[in-house]
């Protein structure tokens, strides 16, 4: 099946500063998303972006579907921001399932 | 209802014994995700729903697991004879329709936790 690979594995910024996100997949996706998990355990989705880019206030987001990768740029980090980012991809057409990277533990300090 | 619950938040469990986690989807959403997670790991898929029949349950990891949607509403994941290797939290998510279908984002639920002792 697709593998998806996201890097770095744990990051730690002080407030206000910017990151970059990466998930790398293995094959043609058909639909990825980007999900925020809380420490709280919460998944919440932040985009749907199987290719293009797309911004929702601080956060935007860049897939390359050719080149097989998708970032995830967080700038202005807050500490609410702090948690687990996950990329999750539905491979060959008609797989109707989500396939989860590791995710990137970002922890934002005051 | 507004979002995706699920109940129990929270079970323990003896060995041996069977569990039932429920989970009650976004009102119309068609398509249902059961997904499992272990700490440090992301979500594994577990099985789907398109409405009242199992579309694909690939990811059950045997046959001591098994899950129903019988009105294509409400579904019951159902463990049998739990094992320790079965702690984990268990998500459920719902979309619109099937994820191929257009641009359809999963909605999940706050998840319950199992543990096995």
């Known amino acids: 099946g697709i593998q998806v690979e996201q890097s770095p594995p744990d990051l730690i910024l002080q407030e206000g500063a910017n990151s970059t996100l990466r998930c790398n997949f293995s094959d043609s996706v058909n639909n990825l998303q980007w999900f925020h998990q809380n420490p709280w355990g919460q998944l919440i989705n932040l985009f749907y972006i199987p290719s293009g880019t797309k911004q929702n206030g601080r956060l935007s987001a860049t897939t390359v579907a050719t080149e097989r990768y998708s970032l995830l740029y967080i700038s202005s980090s807050q500490t609410t921001d702090s948690g687990v980012y996950f990329c999750?991809?539905?491979?060959?057409?008609?797989?109707?399932?989500?396939?989860f990277g590791k995710g990137t533990k970002l922890t934002v300090n005051p | 209802g507004a979002g995706v619950s699920q109940t129990p938040s929270n079970k323990v469990t003896e060995k041996g014994k069977y569990v039932e986690l429920r989970c009650d989807p976004i009102?119309?959403?068609?398509?249902l995700y059961w997904y499992r997670q272990s700490l440090g790991q992301g979500p594994e898929f577990l099985i789907y729903f398109q409405g009242t029949g199992a579309a694909d349950d690939s990811g059950l990891p045997n046959d001591r697991f098994f899950a129903v949607r019988p009105e294509g509403s409400v579904s019951t994941l159902k463990i049998q004879r739990t094992e320790r290797g079965d702690s984990a939290v268990y998500l459920c998510?719902?979309?619109?329709?099937?994820?191929?279908?257009?641009?359809?984002?999963?909605?999940f639920g706050a998840g319950s936790r199992l543990t096995v002792l």
């Open positions: 998510a719902s979309s619109l329709d099937r994820l191929g279908s257009g641009a359809n984002v999963l909605t």
């Open positions: 999750a991809v539905e491979g060959r057409r008609g797989s109707e399932k989500l396939v």
């Open positions: 009102s119309g959403h068609t398509a």
